[in-house]
């Protein structure tokens, strides 16, 4: 990652390789960056801190920066921790830097700091510009996306969006991988539930001539622009960006997860294409990427205390609190006496919006044979566009 965004935008974030947990949930195997910016100007503008973890790193990158200068602003797009852990700590350190938020930020700013606000602050409401010198920066407020007093910065002289967690992903800088799916994977789990202001937020950038974008997490975005700004438009508008099938499956003793396997095996041979986990052991974030992913989902669960194997329980109900929408949902259910997983797993997804349900349900007692199987061969005759 260079220093430089452009001239006077410099890059004065930290990398974080040894986190386990994003939010404490999801998993971040290539680790995370925490991104903040300086813009160096007849008065100079800090674009947020960082976490607590990056510290030690930012403090060095930002007195490189500033250069025995002191800066005059700190912006503060979002109070996730993430991002505003040494809100004070620049605050000790620099007694005449003014915050620059809006309303919601300041209202919302002690219950995380104790900071003498007398005089420090500078509200900003939607179209507010505050002028640098040569950099003006334009306010607009982004609402819930994905907390109430986040808000984007627009710098009008070289066209950088500052655009807080939106187009943010997983991984470090240094991080060698496609954007697309650590994106995904962050934008579903994170944001997902907010599409609708999600979209707000795309037709404000819309109407904006913008050349880089700067994410709080991840990497500056300075090519293709229109690639990345349309993967948001389709994901926040809970499109399927893939036509396919994705299967999760809950198995106890791998019977359900032989039936999964089988539909794999018959929704491949007819040119389908397909992606299968395994919710019992494989990465619940990823698995709610994918579903949201493709056009068409398959729940496959074993019944369990008279209802639907845990884990099974625990993807659906991501599902539910990402607004999962606009797709087709077929069931696979399982048990030795009473199979009630499909009723179970059905009822939840007809609570969710634009959901259709496959007429086939395959129904197994303990182990696929002839009957099932045949229900298996029907189903996947319908999946197939």
């Known amino acids: 990652m260079k220093d430089f965004i452009c001239e006077k935008i410099l890059y004065i974030g930290a990398n974080d390789k040894t986190l386990d947990l994003f939010e404490g949930q999801y998993e971040v195997p290539n680790g995370v960056s925490y991104n903040s910016y300086i813009i160096m100007d007849d ?43 040494n809100i004070k700590t620049i605050c000790d350190k620099y007694p005449q830097l003014k915050l620059i938020g809006n309303a919601k930020t300041f209202a919302m700013l002690p219950q995380f700091f104790d900071i003498d606000l007398t005089d420090r602050t500078v509200t900003v409401k939607e179209g507010d510009t505050i002028t640098l010198g040569a ?42 991988e496609d954007w697309a799916c650590e994106a995904r994977r962050y934008y579903f789990n994170i944001v997902g539930k907010y599409g609708a202001q999600a979209q707000a937020l795309l037709k404000k950038a819309a109407a904006l001539d913008i050349k880089t974008i700067c994410p709080l997490h991840g990497p500056i975005l300075s090519e293709n622009l229109d690639y990345y700004i349309g993967k948001y438009n389709t994901w926040s508008a809970y499109e399927p960006e ?66 639907v194997f845990p884990c099974m329980e625990e993807f659906i109900s991501h599902l539910k609190s990402k607004t999962y929408r606009k797709r087709t949902v077929a069931f696979i259910e399982n048990g030795s006496w009473a199979p009630m997983a499909a009723k179970k797993m059905r009822a939840e997804f007809e609570m969710m919006k634009d959901i259709t349900i496959a007429d086939n349900v395959v129904s197994i007692k303990s182990t696929l044979n002839a009957d099932s199987t045949a229900q298996l061969s029907a189903l996947a005759d319908e999946l197939v566009k």
Not at 54 to 72: F, I, N, Q, R, V
Not at 274 to 303: N, Q, S
Request: charged share 25%; glycine share 6%; with cysteine.
């Open 43 to 85: 008065a100079i503008a800090v674009m947020d801190t960082v976490d607590k973890r990056g510290t030690d790193e930012w403090l060095a990158k930002l007195e490189k920066a500033l250069d025995g200068k002191s800066p005059d602003y700190l912006v503060i797009s979002h109070l996730e921790p993430d991002h505003a852990a």
């Open 135 to 176: 950099h003006t920066l334009q306010f607009f407020m982004a609402p819930m996306v994905h907390w109430p007093e986040v808000m984007v910065t627009y710098e009008q002289t070289e066209k950088v969006l500052f655009s807080a967690d939106a187009f943010g992903k997983f991984g470090t800088l240094d991080t060698d």
């Open 242 to 307: 893939d036509e396919g099938v994705f299967i999760a499956y809950a198995s106890i003793y791998g019977n359900t997860a032989a039936a999964a396997y089988k539909l794999k095996e018959l929704l491949d041979a007819k040119g389908v294409k397909t992606a299968i986990t395994d919710l019992a052991r494989d990465d619940m974030a990823e698995a709610v990427e994918d579903a949201f992913r493709y056009d068409r989902l398959v729940c496959a669960a074993a019944t369990y205390d008279g209802g």
